[in-house]
């Protein structure tokens, strides 16, 4: 179909007048790559046909694949925001959408409308966004990663250096980048020197089918809350070498995301959910060339323009791309067991920020690795055969297998278990001993009294004890006990400073 290039102008003229939408009031968005009309409960995403020639959208029927494309690849994440691709027809002189008579002349992604309030990066900036936001986006970004097709015609070494020289060198090319040719070489060095540590690396996550086709754009302002649950939209749809990439890679960009909003707890986690729901602990190994690769990306995005605000967070992020690399945590284990009520992982999460940089330690948790275990969401309940020996056994194990492969790739892992069996508290000690990194372990105490009105007065979370559960513990001979008690009562706050001056005692 030969292409009028005055079509599309008198289509966004049209596309903004009220009668095209039922008389709905109409606000028009122009990005990069479309024009984007919300009208009512909806929005049209129309693709510029003068668009950068990469994307190749110089037809309507390039723009319709593209369309489609776009609402093929975020169905999977949002099938109830994505509604459908409709044509617009050229009909008596004017235009109609949808079905009916006339031409197609181009064609419109329509989604459900949203508020602006419910995306990510307003409700961080406004200081709404929560650990129950996050986590429920972590499960969304891992069964997107879970699903996926394994693409090991993507990512390895060579696509990472691609995903950082190409905003090096768009940004020393850029007229208006705010950043100077010495700090972009600077950069440029360090990221080469940590890709070229961490290449064989992944290649062997290619390898083993960690490069898959994923969402490509994880970042706050693509993540939104619709009918109340964590939703990824905008993934990238023109460009695979782009969207297929490591999944860990993928996730990164919400931890750096968090990290440049000042929400270093969420960033952990995020982190600490995904990584629960992998099992891809081995990664961690990777994440500060990831996390500085991101910030990179988000960078040369808000950098190439002369909006004083915007290039104020171009500089953040390019902060956050340098300062990444620089992380340099020591890997170990810290074990924190107490009875049910006793706030293991309150003060475990507490915790996680003293022991690493960016994200924090990554946090293991028996209750989650059970439920995991067992196929089950970690906030459903599980019945009481669940907690039976042989089950204990396969989740401390599994417990200690993550604890394992953090340490080997350089990162402090903390176990949050109860730890009432002198044998389990021994196999956590043996996993430092073994790999020769320091080992700490905590026992939290408090009155019985006390552990059962916390107990009883709990709300839903991973933890299946009960009443029932504790009355059992209590009963429990733990056996001779080598960790130092630190006392659980009082307020969080109060048991989190006791375990931070416990753990900063064992560590000297």
């Given at each position: 179909?030969?292409?009028?290039?005055?079509?599309?102008?008198?289509?966004?003229?049209?596309?903004?007048?009220?009668?095209?939408?039922?008389?709905?009031?109409?606000?028009?968005?122009?990005?990069?790559?479309?024009?984007?009309?919300?009208?009512?409960?909806?929005?049209?995403?129309?693709?510029?046909?003068?668009?950068?020639?990469?994307?190749?959208?110089?037809?309507?029927?390039?723009?319709?694949?593209?369309?489609?494309?776009?609402?093929?690849?975020?169905?999977?994440?949002?099938?109830?925001?994505?509604?459908?691709?409709?044509?617009?027809?050229?009909?008596?002189?004017?235009?109609?959408?949808?079905?009916?008579?006339?031409?197609?002349?181009?064609?419109?992604?329509?989604?459900?409308?949203?508020?602006?309030?419910?995306?990510?990066?307003?409700?961080?900036?406004?200081?709404?966004?929560?650990?129950?936001?996050?986590?429920?986006?972590?499960?969304?970004?891992?069964?997107?990663?879970?699903?996926?097709?394994?693409?090991?015609?993507?990512?390895?070494?060579?696509?990472?250096?691609?995903?950082?020289?190409?905003?090096?060198?768009?940004?020393?090319?850029?007229?208006?980048?705010?950043?100077?040719?010495?700090?972009?070489?600077?950069?440029?060095?360090?990221?080469?020197?940590?890709?070229?540590?961490?290449?064989?690396?992944?290649?062997?996550?290619?390898?083993?089918?960690?490069?898959?086709?994923?969402?490509?754009?994880?970042?706050?302002?693509?993540?939104?809350?619709?009918?109340?649950?964590?939703?990824?939209?905008?993934?990238?749809?023109?460009?695979?070498?782009?969207?297929?990439?490591?999944?860990?890679?993928?996730?990164?960009?919400?931890?750096?995301?968090?990290?440049?909003?000042?929400?270093?707890?969420?960033?952990?986690?995020?982190?600490?959910?995904?990584?629960?729901?992998?099992?891809?602990?081995?990664?961690?190994?990777?994440?500060?060339?990831?996390?500085?690769?991101?910030?990179?990306?988000?960078?040369?995005?808000?950098?190439?323009?002369?909006?004083?605000?915007?290039?104020?967070?171009?500089?953040?992020?390019?902060?956050?791309?340098?300062?990444?690399?620089?992380?340099?945590?020591?890997?170990?284990?810290?074990?924190?067991?107490?009875?049910?009520?006793?706030?293991?992982?309150?003060?475990?999460?507490?915790?996680?920020?003293?022991?690493?940089?960016?994200?924090?330690?990554?946090?293991?948790?028996?209750?989650?690795?059970?439920?995991?275990?067992?196929?089950?969401?970690?906030?459903?309940?599980?019945?009481?055969?669940?907690?039976?020996?042989?089950?204990?056994?396969?989740?401390?194990?599994?417990?200690?297998?993550?604890?394992?492969?953090?340490?080997?790739?350089?990162?402090?892992?903390?176990?949050?278990?109860?730890?009432?069996?002198?044998?389990?508290?021994?196999?956590?000690?043996?996993?430092?001993?073994?790999?020769?990194?320091?080992?700490?372990?905590?026992?939290?105490?408090?009155?019985?009294?006390?552990l059962r009105q916390r107990v009883a007065a709990r709300a839903a979370d991973a933890s299946d004890a009960d009443l029932a559960v504790l009355e059992r513990q209590l009963s429990l001979d733990t056996g001779a006990m080598r960790w130092p008690d630190v006392p659980a009562t009082g307020t969080p706050t109060d048991a989190l400073a006791r375990a931070r001056r416990a753990l900063m005692r064992e560590m000297r």
């Open positions: 179909m030969p292409e009028n290039p005055c079509m599309q102008r008198a289509l966004v003229d049209w596309l903004q007048r009220p009668d095209a939408h039922g008389g709905a009031a109409v606000e028009h968005v122009e990005t990069q790559i479309s024009h984007v009309f919300l009208a009512g409960d909806h929005v049209y995403k129309l693709k510029k046909a003068d668009a950068p020639a990469f994307l190749d959208y110089g037809t309507p029927e390039r723009r319709r694949h593209a369309a489609e494309t776009e609402l093929a690849v975020n169905r999977r994440t949002a099938p109830h925001l994505y509604e459908a691709v409709i044509p617009v027809r050229r009909y008596d002189g004017g235009f109609t959408l949808g079905e009916g008579n006339g031409e197609p002349v181009d064609w419109l992604v329509v989604m459900r409308r949203f508020e602006q309030a419910d995306l990510f990066h307003v409700m961080a900036r406004e200081g709404r966004l929560s650990t129950e936001h996050v986590v429920d986006l972590a499960d969304a970004v891992a069964d997107l990663h879970a699903q996926a097709g394994i693409r090991r015609d993507h990512g390895g070494a060579e696509g990472m250096r691609h995903h950082y020289r190409v905003p090096l060198d768009t940004l020393a090319e850029a007229e208006t980048s705010p950043f100077a040719g010495t700090a972009l070489d600077a950069l440029g060095a360090a990221l080469d020197a940590s890709w070229r540590r961490l290449g064989p690396r992944l290649e062997a996550r290619r390898r083993h089918g960690r490069v898959r086709h994923g969402h490509g754009d994880l970042h706050l302002a693509n993540a939104c809350l619709f009918e109340g649950r964590a939703t990824p939209f905008d993934a990238i749809e023109f460009s695979e070498a782009l969207a297929c990439t490591d999944t860990l890679y993928d996730a990164a960009f919400t931890v750096m995301d968090l990290l440049a909003h000042g929400e270093r707890a969420l960033a952990g986690d995020f982190l600490n959910r995904y990584l629960e729901a992998t099992g891809d602990y081995s990664g961690l190994a990777c994440l500060p060339l990831f996390v500085s690769v991101r910030a990179l990306v988000r960078a040369m995005a808000n950098g190439l323009t002369d909006d004083p605000e915007r290039q104020s967070r171009a500089r953040d992020y390019f902060h956050l791309a340098r300062s990444a690399l620089d992380w340099a945590p020591e890997p170990r284990v810290v074990a924190i067991g107490g009875l049910s009520g006793t706030g293991k992982s309150t003060v475990a999460r507490g915790l996680r920020s003293d022991l690493a940089p960016g994200p924090g330690a990554v946090q293991l948790r028996s209750d989650g690795i059970r439920k995991r275990l067992a196929g089950v969401a970690p906030e459903a309940r599980l019945p009481q055969q669940a907690y039976r020996p042989e089950h204990t056994r396969r989740t401390y194990r599994r417990l200690e297998r993550h604890a394992r492969r953090a340490a080997l790739a350089g990162w402090p892992a903390i176990l949050d278990a109860t730890f009432t069996r002198p044998e389990s508290r021994q196999r956590a000690e043996a996993i430092g001993h073994s790999l020769r990194v320091p080992f700490t372990g905590l026992w939290l105490t408090a009155p019985a009294d006390v």
